[in-house]
């Protein structure tokens, strides 16, 4: 048993920032598996960049928090110095870890950025030359919930009326990638450029990056005053 009111506080303390982190962990998942949203070989195509391996690395690191998270959580309420000596190695770890994925994170969704500018703004311009480019960008259309990249605009000058998914509607295919809706129709009013996917999909990413150092720094030093605690008391 922890043998002081300050013991007991800081068991109180890492139990409840390992149950946050399992939260935290959760969403890192539900963000991995939003990206796999882009899993199709014409969209790749579009926007030059493999999302399956950032999709991937989100599910596999968010995997990897919840059950670190489990262990440290379990550490503290059994009272387990084994556990919380092993969980603060692994987290110190998963701390390095972490400050090295913001780094390439920041890179990463730079590139994701740029990659999807440049491959909407490509789509637009070969909407009726291409049907597979025409079919990724009513895809991403779809997905991102925009019309454009500046707004549905950027369609008047080659086409008269506009791509379907820019009307909320999904009767596009590989067959029929070029179906149109009119402007009457239209739901999406903004264009890819503001889209709120990105804005949130960049931005929930950043700062679970640095919720998540925040945390650990925290729990780290929870970790070995607890253990140290609970060895004194042993």
Known sequence: MAGTCGGSL??????????????????IIYLGMQTFQFNDENVKELINANLNTGALVLVVFGSAVMVLAAIGFLGACCESTT????????????????????Y??????????????????NGIRNFEKDPKLAYALQKIQTIMQCCGWEGPSDY??????????????NNYSLKEPFAQCTRSQLVFT???????????????????????????????????????????NY
């Open 10 to 27: 800081v068991k109180l303390i890492l139990a409840l920032f390992n149950f946050a982190c399992m939260g935290i962990g959760a969403f």
């Open 104 to 121: 390439y994170g920041h890179k990463y969704i730079g590139e994701f950025k740029t990659n999807v500018s440049s491959g909407i703004q």
């Open 190 to 232: 903004s264009g890819c450029k503001n889209s709120p996917f990105i804005q949130s999909f960049t931005g929930n990413v950043t700062y679970t990056a640095y919720a998540l150092i925040l945390i650990i720094l925290v729990v780290v030093l929870a970790a070995c005053c607890l253990a140290r605690d609970l060895k004194a």
């Open 83 to 102: 556990l919380l000596n092993f969980y603060g190695i692994v987290i110190l770890i998963l701390l390095v870890l972490n400050v090295i994925g913001l």
């Open 156 to 169: 008047a000058s080659f086409i008269s009326e506009y791509p379907t998914s820019c009307c909320s509607r």
